[in-house]
């Protein structure tokens, strides 16, 4: 059993910067392999991005791909999301979920039925 708490959402102007953390407790942070995903108003929860249990394999989706970094600090059990760049269409909840399986390609780490954690989310609204 882990628990997930994302923290670091917020309201910013298109173009900056942000940094989601998600801290994990229970279960040992490293034996999960982690993501982040998002949520926006009348949409499908989506992808945002992947990482191996030691942080030596990333996954993006294409929508963030050369904004966003995702990585880990197996030490803190926490995972981040920078966020850079940001544009109107990045506003949404974001969560970051935990998984057990071993996920070898972005179809995997894409697939949120897949992961057995959720947090609770944080809100990042980008004004234009």
């Known amino acids: 059993q882990v628990q997930l708490v994302e923290s670091g959402g917020g309201l910013v102007q298109a173009g900056v910067s942000l940094r989601l953390s998600c801290a994990a407790s229970?279960?040992?942070?490293?034996?999960?392999?982690m993501g982040w995903f998002r949520q926006a108003p009348g949409k499908e929860r989506e992808f945002v991005a992947g990482?191996?249990?030691?942080?030596?394999?990333?996954y993006y989706a294409d929508s963030v791909k050369g904004r966003f970094t995702i990585s880990r600090d197996n030490a803190k059990n926490t995972v981040y999301l920078q966020m850079n760049s940001l544009k109107p269409e990045d506003t949404a909840v974001y969560y970051c979920?935990?998984?057990?399986?071993?996920?070898?390609?972005?179809?995997?780490?894409?697939?949120?039925?897949?992961?057995?954690?959720w947090g609770q989310g944080t809100q990042v609204t980008v004004s234009s």
């Open positions: 990482i191996n249990r030691s942080g030596s394999r990333t």
């Open positions: 229970g279960r040992t942070h490293s034996t999960y392999i």
């Open positions: 979920a935990a998984a057990q399986l071993y996920c070898l390609d972005y179809g995997c780490y894409a697939s949120d039925n897949l992961y057995d954690y």
